[in-house]
């Protein structure tokens, strides 16, 4: 009984220890979005993002075919909704995937390569707590096709060729400003208006 009585008290005090210690960090350096994770902070997310995905998913393979119709769909939605923080090249290096904490990861790289088929589709379904990654899906098998295709996209941004990553320029959502410039160019284009 003493022996689980010390043991418990030592366990409090290192606990008590380690939230002081963190306290102590946030008190002098604050809680900038600017900063780069530690490397204790990157690993306990790996850790609780890999055990925040269902065991049945992570074992899951795409039930989908990478047909070239199928990576089109892909490679058009991921411009759409997702090069806004990952970049058409899923490197990341967008104003928002450098601002957010932790950053968007560059998804060419073997962090996010050597994820299974499953746990792709479940971070795309499920998004991550504590993260800029949202959820996605409904609940429901609607957008699973969708949400399937695009783990076969990931899985070739490190291949993606010049005029895939041209082609997926004009997919890009696009601002007022560009809008009204594309708008103005089309109605030039069909002598609707005259040059300025």
Known sequence: MKRASLWLSGFLLALLAAAGAA????VRHGVSARDEPTRLEAFLARQLRRLAIPSGLRTRTNPVPPTPDALARARAHFADHCASCHGN?????????????PKAPDMTLPATQGLSDGELYAIIE???RLTGM??????????DAETWELVHFIRRLPSLTAAELEEM?????KTRR????????RRFLNGEDSPR
């Open 134 to 143: 949202p959820a996605w899906g409904r609940p429901g098998p609607e957008d």
């Open 23 to 26: 306290a102590f960090v946030v």
């Open 169 to 173: 320029k004009d997919q890009n959502p």
């Open 178 to 185: 560009e809008l009204e410039e594309d708008e103005e160019i």
């Open 126 to 128: 499920n998004g991550v």
């Open 89 to 101: 090249d899923g490197k990341g290096r967008t104003a928002l995937g450098r601002n957010l904490y």
